[in-house]
C-alpha cells in the first residue's frame, strides 16, 4: 500500500507540471504583437550602408535600423527582442500578409500602388533620386550626363529617367548591385551613380569612401519613406506614429540623420509631417 500512495503522489505531481508546462507556453512573440519580454521580428536590408547593414560581426547599422530600434523600444522591446529579417524589395508585400515580420523599414517608398496591398506609418524620410560623383567631377546638373557613362543597378528606373527626361545621350550602364556601381565610380569606369539620395549617401559614407565622393545636390523625384505593416493593422501604424513623432521631437531623428549620412554632404530634407501619407 505504501509503494502505491508514493505512486499516486508522484502522478499528481507530474500532471500538475504538465499542465503548468502547457499555460505557460512559449511567451516568445513570433511578430505578431505585444510587449512583455517576448521578441518582436522587423524587416530590414542587409546590403544597403548607411540604412540596412549587416556587419562582418553580425551586428545591424544603419539609418532604417536606428529608426525601427526607436519604434521597437517605444512599442516595449529592447534591443535585444528584436529579431532582424532581411526582405528584399520584391518580398515585401509578402512578408508582411504572411506574418513573417511585424513591420517593415527598408527603404520603403509609400505609393498609391502598395497602399493597396500594405498600410503605412510615416513617412518618416524624404528621399530624393539624386547623382553620386567624384569630388572633384564637374557633373553639377542633369544635362551634363550628356555623354557620360551613367550607373544604376539591373532593372532600376533611376538611370532611364534621366535618360529620357534629362540627359538622352547618357551612357546608362546596368550592373547588379550599387556596391558594383559604386566600384566603377571609384575606377573612373562610370562617371555618375544614381538612385535614392539616401542610399548613395550611406555608401559614401563607408570608411573607405569618405571625401572621395559627393552627392549633385538634384532632386529628380521625391521618395517618402514609410514604415510598412500588414493591411489592417490600424492599431500597430497608430502607435508606430506615435513613436516616430517622438523620435522626431526629441532629437533622435536628426541625429541619426546626421551620424548615417553626414560624410557625404547629405543635406537631408526637413522630418516629414508623421501620419501624412503621401505618394
Known amino acids: 500500500m505504501k509503494l502505491r500512495k508514493v505512486t499516486a503522489a508522484s502522478a499528481v505531481v507530474l500532471a500538475l507540471a504538465l499542465s503548468a508546462t ?24 542587409f546590403d544597403q550602408p548607411g540604412l540596412g547593414l549587416q556587419k562582418p560581426d553580425g551586428s545591424y547599422a544603419g539609418f532604417d535600423v536606428d529608426v525601427a530600434t526607436y519604434v521597437a523600444k517605444q512599442l516595449g522591446y529592447s534591443p535585444d527582442k528584436i529579431e532582424w529579417v532581411q526582405t528584399k524589395s520584391a518580398d515585401r508585400e509578402n512578408a508582411l500578409a504572411r506574418g513573417d515580420v511585424k513591420f ?3 527603404t ?7 497602399k493597396q496591398k500594405v498600410d503605412f506609418a510615416g513617412p518618416y524620410l524624404l528621399a530624393h533620386q539624386d547623382l553620386l560623383v567624384k569630388t572633384d567631377s564637374d557633373i553639377s546638373k542633369g544635362t551634363d ?6 550607373c544604376s543597378v539591373t532593372g532600376s528606373t533611376s538611370a ?20 558594383e556601381c559604386i566600384a566603377g565610380l571609384q575606377s573612373g569606369a562610370v562617371d555618375a551613380v544614381t538612385t535614392d539620395d539616401s542610399i548613395l549617401a550611406g555608401f559614401a559614407a563607408q570608411d573607405q569612401y569618405k571625401g572621395k565622393f559627393k552627392l549633385a545636390g538634384l532632386k529628380l523625384s521625391n521618395e517618402n519613406y514609410g514604415v510598412g505593416v500588414k493591411k489592417g493593422d490600424t492599431a500597430t501604424v497608430t502607435k508606430i506614429n506615435d513613436a516616430l513623432k517622438k523620435m522626431v521631437s526629441d532629437g533622435s531623428w536628426q541625429k541619426a540623420v546626421d551620424a548615417n549620412f553626414g560624410p557625404a554632404n547629405y543635406k537631408s530634407e526637413p ?9
Open 22 to 45: 502547457a499555460c505557460g507556453g512559449d511567451k516568445k512573440d513570433s511578430g505578431s504583437g505585444g510587449s512583455g519580454g517576448g521578441k518582436i521580428k522587423i524587416g530590414i536590408k
Open 104 to 106: 517593415i523599414a527598408a
Open 108 to 114: 520603403y517608398s509609400i505609393t498609391d500602388e502598395r
Open 145 to 150: 550626363l550628356n555623354g557620360k557613362k551613367l
Open 160 to 179: 532611364q529617367n534621366v535618360q529620357k527626361s534629362i540627359a538622352p545621350n547618357a551612357q546608362l550602364k546596368e550592373l547588379s548591385s550599387y556596391s
Open 271 to 279: 522630418a516629414p509631417t508623421i501620419g501624412n501619407i503621401v505618394k
